[in-house]
């Protein structure tokens, strides 16, 4: 009876053991052991290195620790090239355990990546600056010859190297799409103005505005954008209107879709109980309307209401919209500690920037406290 069970279990065994030898992604456990182990062991002479340059490779194991893993990499090279371009010990050390997968880098593609920056940078000053401050945009080096390319597409398009070196630092991305597929976007850009009303000799200084204040518009797909302006065509907006909208939301307007504006749209017709004429006037003023979804401008208005503030109020003043109800209520102690009550008010003074917020605060204190002088009444002056 044994003997039969043996027998018997003895197919399985072997089919089992033959499952394993056909599966490739299979390795034995002996196999597996040895190059688990080999890859935890970190690379003693990267760690030296490091060391040498001040590195707290504390930080960098918290961070990216599979660098230090690795068999080859470039520590001095890298350090040598950022000492060239002047960066001190301190410097090196910053850029190292911020953005520790630049010493995988190869010398010869980091060195390319300078020249490249250097286009755009005034000095190596300028440049060790960029680098110390955004490590990571300037070791990813992919898509050189690309970049390059980019680079002189945008120079010739007039933007300035302050503009491209911003570019490179906060909106690499664009510099790894195919330069032809920029120059297409920018074609249509331009086609698109123009077929809205936009004047020729406006054009390059719209274009380059709208580029330095949303490069990520390269991004977008040519159908987005003559869907989004065929949508706001059909909801009644006029050409000149449209570019209305362009100045004011930049290429933000790219980044809606027809759905999205749709809800907005319908969503504030009906927050503010106003017809379709009085709608588009409110979008005007406020294109920010179209922006945010249903439910950001439906906690904006409801944190408004919840202050005392009137729709009536909103309706007139749409701008503080903008603003979020945490700004808001900040604001309206700060009025409300000078006596300003501004539910029984106009908003103008709570709307703007920190900026112009603060001033017009200013302005209200120190009206408030300014003595009341009468030029007409006679002095009491003791003889």
Known sequence: MLWKLLVRSQPCRLYFFRKMQSTPNCKSFLAYFTTDKKSNKE???????????????????????????????????VANILQELG??????????????????????????????????CKNEEELVKLIEQFPESFFT??????????????????????????????????????????????????????????????????????????????????????????FLQEQGFTNFEILQLLSKLKGFLFQLCPRGIQNSISFSKNAFECTEHD?????????????YSVPVLEERIEGLLKEGISIAQIRDTPMVLELTPQIVQYRIRKL????????????????????????NFGKIQAKKERPLFNPVAPLNVEE
């Open 87 to 120: 960066a001190d010990e301190a410097v090196i050390a910053s850029i190292l355990e911020r953005c520790p997968e630049a010493i995988v880098c190869s010398p010869a593609a980091v060195d390319t990546q300078r020249k490249l920056w250097q286009l755009v």
């Open 279 to 291: 709608l588009k006037q409110l979008v005007l003023k406020c294109p920010a309307l179209l922006y």
């Open 141 to 230: 080096v992919k898509d050189q010859e690309n970049l390059k390319l980019n680079v002189q597409f945008f120079q010739e398009l007039g933007l300035k190297n302050l503009v491209i070196s911003r570019f490179l630092t906060t909106a690499s991305s664009i510099f790894h799409n195919p330069v032809e597929n920029n120059k297409e976007m920018i074609r249509l850009l331009q086609e698109n103005y123009l077929n809205i009303g936009g004047s020729e000799a406006n054009m390059k200084v719209w274009l380059l505005k709208l580029l330095s204040q949303n490069p990520f518009i390269l991004l977008k797909s040519p159908t987005t954008i003559k869907e989004t302006l065929e």
């Open 43 to 77: 690379n003693e002479r990267t760690v030296e290195k490091l060391c040498k340059f001040s590195v707290d490779i504390r930080k960098i194991r918290k961070l990216k620790g599979w660098v230090l893993l690795e068999d080859e990499t470039y520590v001095e090279e």
């Open 336 to 359: 409300n500690s000078l006596g300003y009550k501004i539910k029984d008010g106009h908003l103008a003074n709570l709307n703007g920037t920190k900026k112009e917020f603060e001033t």
